[in-house]
């Protein structure tokens, strides 16, 4: 999982956004992922989620996974972004 995090931070890092404006937490034993990304988002005043879709094909067989569409369900108030 690791390597994933650090691809995204240095994504990040390169659009522009500056060390201290990218937080990463890694929660192992979740019961609910999404919950738990809310929940977190929420604690820590987050003005923005960047989530990712499933499907490498093409953009037609792009899909949501259950924990991206959970997460937009139940966030109010914050961007969020789902990439591919």
């Not at 989620?49 to 924990?67: E, Q, W």
Request: proline fraction near 2%; hydrophobic fraction near 40%; include cysteine.
């Amino acid at each position: 999982m690791l390597p994933f995090i650090q691809k995204a931070k240095d994504i990040l890092l390169e659009a522009g956004l500056r060390e201290e404006q990218i937080t990463t937490k890694l929660i192992d034993g979740s019961r609910s992922t999404s919950a738990d990304i809310v929940e977190e988002a929420q604690r820590s005043g987050a003005g923005a989620l960047f989530l990712g879709l499933r499907g490498y094909s093409n953009v037609k067989d792009y899909t949501m996974g259950s924990i991206t569409r959970k997460v937009l369900h139940q966030t109010e108030d914050m961007a969020v972004c789902v990439v591919p």
